[in-house]
Nanobody, 126 residues
Framework: QVQLAESGGGLVQAGGSLRLSCAAS????????IGWFRQAPGKEREFVAT????????YYANSVKGRFTISRDNAVNTVYLQMNSLKPEDTAVYYC???????????????????WGQGTQVTVSS
């Protein structure tokens, strides 16, 4: 089992940057794919980015490609989401999630993930 905790959210002006962290408990963290999702008020939870447990390959939503970077440090059981050039439409609660993978496919649907953090609020002002 994996427990996840997000941190690093906050209020930032448009064009600014934030780095979110997803800290995980459990000795098998390195065997999980990790995804970032976000949910704005009145909207469904949407995929942002994911990183495979190995070889650490990445996949991004088109809306964040070129602005956000996902990375992981298995030595400290943490996945990061570096967010640059933030826009007001990036405002949402950001969640990380863990999935024990089967095969090489990327998981981009929230329903595919087994474990979730509590979320961290990101607000981008215009």
């Amino acid at each position: 089992q994996v427990q996840l905790a997000e941190s690093g959210g906050g209020l930032v002006q448009a064009g600014g940057s934030l780095r979110l962290s997803c800290a995980a408990s459990g000795r098998t963290f390195s065997k999980y794919d990790i995804g970032w999702f976000r949910q704005a008020p009145g909207k469904e939870r949407e995929f942002v980015a994911t990183i495979k447990y190995t070889p650490g390959t990445l996949y991004y939503a088109n809306s964040v490609k070129g602005r956000f970077t996902i990375s992981r440090d298995n030595a400290v059981n943490t996945v990061y989401l570096q967010m640059n050039s933030l826009k007001p439409e990036d405002t949402a609660v950001y969640y990380c999630a863990a999935k024990r993978p089967i095969g090489a496919a990327f998981y981009i649907s929230a329903s595919q993930y087994d474990y979730w953090g509590q979320g961290t609020q990101v607000t981008v002002s215009s």
